[in-house]
């Protein structure tokens, strides 16, 4: 085995919580990043919409945090809402010093005057949503990315996909990564770990995010021994592309915030059914009724349609998606674009503190792989961006003031393959893989029942017995370490939703389908718990 890589602070993640960390720490620190595929694959890169930050005189800190507390069911920590809002501002300033070049207002005179354009989304008051017309996550990684290769101090090591965390004298010390071009396990050890990781949407058939969302962090922090909380709430996004072609192709919220209008398939609209906000309601609720007409009507899809505004303004304002469509024969400035929910976020995970510390000393988690609070029961659009910049700073700041104080990791052992072979049967992780995706869709999606959750648990159960015996047996791949993180995801999310006995948010169950008076988080521990006593 190789050598093993020996750094102060260990991110696992490239998106824009891993990367807005690793640019906050102090420059005399050594970094590892560890990216999973290339550079700007993940689903910072993909995000189209924009963040949400109080920016115009119009809009308040409180009026943001009351909307966010709406969207979140009743189940938001107020503490962690107002955290992240109260940052909102500053962060914006951040990204913009680092060179992110945001959309101005149309009628702007001098870039000096910094008045941003900001767009409306479902569940906001005011418009607060600053964008770089619908390529916020690229432009944000793009920059970030070139900032973190400038770097001395950081170190990018892309290709490769943490297996799992080490940990000694009750401290994360380092996690074994395997090499992905190398086909080997390497340790690296520092004295801080850093989960940016992402979710785990990829345990459903349909899914917004890119292929990497396996919820690896999540799965590798449970093992580890730290709480996760409030899983079952996994965000449908109303408007995915729907076309054979399309794969996970978002349609960002901002459409529906410009006037889009959702239609059926004999173009009369349907939300104000259901709704008096109508395609501004909060997500869950648009995509409850999505699939409720759907099912109803026993259609594949329904239609999105904003070709009432002028060419122009579409060009100008959703390009990607303009250019997108057309790629696939359809013209948005003409017609309605077919859209269908899929799965979007990931709105539990690993339980953090305002400054992103796990359970775990030394282990931090932050972005979608962490539970903070802010989302509640229903994540609002575009705060994931925001919560992913202010928990960065805040980790980066407790990290650098514990790591005086912090020796240096213990000896570890080498990963140890003496026992296990090449695996002549990798089709029995597609296999795997897609029964995972399909019984999740179908027993744990946007509708439940205890029945469709009990059928689900038994599968989990049954395909965790069968990944185990592979894993003990032949040698680690990309694909069976992520269906063994995706398995494990997947069944922690089946408990969650199991033991969560109303409808609130992002979990809707027929067998109780009325909100109970008081909202408490969903908690499990693991038998290994980090917590003491």
Not at 312 to 319: A, K, M, V
């Amino acid at each position: 085995m190789a050598t093993p890589h020996q750094h102060d602070v260990l991110i696992i993640g490239t998106g824009a919580a891993g990367l807005s960390l690793a640019l906050h720490l102090p420059p005399q620190l050594r970094i590892a990043l560890i990216c999973k595929g290339q550079l700007n694959e993940g689903s910072t890169y993909w995000a189209q919409g924009g963040m949400a930050a109080v920016l115009h005189t119009r809009d308040t800190v409180s009026s943001h945090v009351e909307d966010t507390l709406a969207a979140g069911a009743g189940l938001c920590h107020r503490e962690a809402v107002e955290f992240t809002v109260n940052n909102s501002r500053h962060c914006v300033e951040w990204l913009v010093s680092q060179g992110v070049d945001f959309d101005l207002r149309e009628d702007q005179h001098s870039i000096a005057e910094r008045e941003f354009h900001l767009t409306m989304e479902g569940g906001h008051s005011h418009r607060r949503i600053i964008h770089a017309a619908d390529r916020t996550g690229r432009a944000i990684s793009e920059v970030l990315t070139e900032k973190a290769m400038q770097a001395e101090n950081i170190e990018l090591f892309p290709q490769r996909v943490a297996v799992d965390l080490v940990v000694a004298n009750g401290r994360c010390q380092g996690a074994y990564i395997l090499d992905r071009e190398h086909d080997r396990v390497e340790l690296f050890q520092a004295r801080s770990v850093v989960l940016a990781t992402g979710g785990a949407s990829k345990a459903y058939l349909y899914t917004s995010n890119p292929d990497g969302a396996s919820g690896d962090g999540i799965a590798m922090a449970w093992r580890a021994g730290c709480r996760v909380a409030n899983l079952e709430f996994n965000q449908f996004h109303p408007t995915c592309l729907y076309h054979p072609k399309a794969k996970s192709f978002l349609i960002t919220e901002a459409i529906r915030g410009e006037g889009g209008r959702l239609l059926l398939p004999d173009g009369n609209r349907f939300m104000q059914r259901f709704d008096e906000r109508g395609e501004l309601a909060p997500r869950d609720i648009v995509a409850r009724a999505i699939d409720h007409e759907m099912k109803r009507l026993g259609a594949d899809c329904v239609f999105l349609d904003i070709s009432h505004k002028p060419r122009d303004f579409l060009r100008s304002h959703f390009p990607t998606i303009m250019e997108r469509c057309a790629e696939l024969g359809i013209d948005i400035g003409s017609e309605p674009i077919p859209v269908v929910p899929a799965a979007h976020y990931t709105c539990g995970g690993v339980v953090v503190d305002t400054r992103g510390r796990t359970d775990l000393p030394g282990l931090y988690a932050i972005g979608e792989t962490s539970c903070t609070g802010l989302h509640g029961a229903n994540r609002m659009a575009s705060n994931s961006l925001l919560e992913c910049i202010v928990y960065a700073e805040a980790a980066a700041g407790d990290i650098a003031a514990a790591l005086p104080g912090t020796g240096a990791p213990d000896p570890a052992p080498p990963w140890d393959e003496s026992q296990v072979t090449d695996s002549d049967e990798d089709v029995v992780i597609s296999h795997n893989w897609d029964e995972l995706r399909r019984f999740m869709w179908d027993y744990v999606g946007i509708v439940r029942t205890n029945k469709r959750l009990q059928r689900a648990l038994h599968r989990v159960e049954l395909l965790q017995a069968e990944i185990a015996e592979y894993y003990g047996n032949y040698k680690v791949s990309n694909d069976l370490l992520e269906l063994r993180n995706l398995a494990m995801v997947a069944e922690l999310m089946i408990r969650c939703a199991i033991s969560r006995k109303e409808s609130r948010g992002l979990h809707y169950t027929l067998d109780y389908p009325d909100q109970l008076p008081t909202a408490e988080d969903t908690v499990l521990r693991p038998a290994n718990s980090a917590l003491q006593g």
